[in-house]
């Protein structure tokens, strides 16, 4: 499972810029496909791309200080479309979300997908670290393709000091700057991990009654007691904004869940997506990765 729209900016800030025929500038969409399609020759057939088709989703309406696209630039939105469009091109399952976010698609096939026996495993390709809440043990993991790094359960308790399900709680404590919210005042990184590592969530955190068996002095403890009394409605929002959403019908159930990922081939306007681009080389390569037929890969039905 693919996040598409790190994929796209990561390209658009680290590739060379291109403009194509009509003057469009395509030079991160070539890059982020020529990428994907690398992760095909290497063998990984069954693969979903999640993308923000429209950054602003309901997060934005529950805060408006959300993450939105002001400030992206123009040539780098403007790629969405191009990139949504050349993955369907290519024959690559793509999920363009407007009212939900990319991590929601993502977090919603991984559910999906780590119920079925056929799967093994589930990568979620993505540094986010909102989608650490989606992993499990190894069967769910995330891989940040730039640095090479699996993140597993071990890493996920490494890094927050909390297990996958406590993320939402400790970044709602802690605050996302890169999602536009502050978290609650006084609550740093290592008040949030030693709360919740004794009580796991927001609602099970007491307000009042006995000291919390969190190891904190008692007058640190109060104080981030009383903030969060005061501030409790603000935190729960905090929590759902970072809380990824799952519909489970994003994909078909049972094992269709998983054959409708399965790569079969470059569609017939490939070719031409690729000379809009200037890209001949990509439909070579799906042409000539798809005539090989290697193991994993499924021809197109009639």
């Given at each position: 499972m693919v996040d598409g729209t790190y994929e796209l900016f990561r390209h658009y800030y680290g590739a060379p810029g291109h403009r194509g025929p009509a003057g469009q500038e395509v030079g991160a969409t070539r890059a982020a496909l020529g990428s994907l399609l690398g992760m095909l020759e290497s063998g990984a057939f069954y693969l979903g791309v999640a993308t923000d088709h429209v950054i602003e989703s309901f997060r934005n309406d529950l805060w408006p200080s959300y993450k939105s696209s002001e400030g992206v630039p123009p040539e780098l939105l403007g790629q969405f479309g191009l990139f949504e469009e050349a993955l369907g091109a290519l024959g690559v399952v793509v999920w363009p979300m407007?009212?939900?976010?990319?991590?929601?698609?993502?977090?919603?096939?991984?559910?999906?997908?780590?119920?079925?026996?056929?799967?093994?495993?589930?990568?979620?390709c993505s540094p986010d670290k909102d989608l650490a809440q989606c992993v499990r043990a190894e069967r769910v993991v995330c891989l940040d393709r730039r640095k090479g790094t699996v993140i597993a359960e071990d890493q996920v308790r490494a890094r927050f000091g909390v297990a996958p399900t406590?993320?939402?709680?400790?970044?709602?404590?802690?605050?996302?700057?890169?999602?536009g919210y502050p978290g609650l005042p006084g609550w740093g990184p290592k008040a949030?991990?030693?709360?919740?590592?004794?009580?796991?969530?927001?609602?099970?955190?007491?307000?009042s009654g006995p000291a919390w068996t969190a190891p904190l002095p008692a007058r640190r403890a109060e104080a981030l007691r009383s903030?969060?009394?005061?501030?409790?409605?603000?935190?729960?929002?905090?929590k759902l904004l970072a809380t990824c959403v799952v519909r489970r019908e994003?994909?078909?159930?049972?094992?269709?869940?998983?054959?409708?990922l399965r790569w079969r081939g470059p569609q017939e306007g490939f070719s031409q997506l690729c000379a809009r681009i200037e890209a001949p080389n990509l439909a070579r390569r799906a042409v000539a990765l798809a005539e090989a037929k290697p193991e994993g890969f499924a021809e197109a039905q009639a």
């Open positions: 407007t009212d939900l976010e990319a991590d929601d698609a993502l977090a919603s096939a991984a559910a999906v997908l780590s119920e079925l026996e056929a799967v093994a495993q589930v990568v979620i406590s993320v939402p709680d400790w970044l709602a404590l802690v605050g996302d700057s890169s999602d949030a991990t030693a709360v919740l590592a004794a009580y796991g969530s927001i609602e099970e955190i007491p307000l903030v969060l009394a005061e501030r409790y409605e603000e935190a729960l929002l905090f994003i994909l078909p159930a049972g094992n269709d869940a998983l054959e409708a």
